[in-house]
């Protein structure tokens, strides 16, 4: 049941913020400083925060209707966050770059992988 929640969840947050960015991917400059200088940069915004993004939500929606499948996207939730949160983490040290933005995204990607190893251990 656990499981359940973490991948209907997962799916919604996944796949509800890459639509948004996708479609409104100048938003990212006010959030997270991320802008784009060129159609080129616009196109590469559109395909990682949207287009990954929206991948990850599907993944876990897959998981979720598929209970065969249900352990391996918890693991590959569980990776990608653990990978996501680390990498934030130690730019984040390196680059001095502390917002609301980040620690926002530490939280989610930290509380997912955490909640994910608590699924994967039962």
């Given at each position: 049941m656990a499981g359940a929640w973490f991948?209907?969840?997962?799916?919604?947050?996944?796949?509800?913020?890459?639509?948004?960015?996708?479609?409104?991917?100048?938003?990212?400059?006010?959030?997270?400083?991320?802008?784009?200088?060129?159609?080129?940069?616009?196109t590469e915004l559109r395909a990682m925060y949207g287009g990954l993004q929206m991948a990850l939500g599907f993944l876990a929606a897959i998981g979720l209707a598929r209970p065969g499948l249900r352990q391996g996207a918890i693991l590959a939730l569980g990776v990608v966050t653990a990978g996501l949160g680390s990498t934030r983490l130690l730019g984040a040290l390196i680059d001095g770059g502390w917002s609301a933005y980040t620690a926002m995204g530490l939280m989610f990607e930290w509380g997912s992988a955490l909640w994910a190893a608590s699924l994967l251990r039962r």
């Open positions: 991948l209907g969840l997962s799916a919604a947050l996944w796949f509800l913020y890459g639509l948004y960015c996708f479609f409104s991917p100048a938003a990212l400059g006010a959030g997270a400083g991320v802008t784009f200088t060129s159609p080129t940069g616009l």
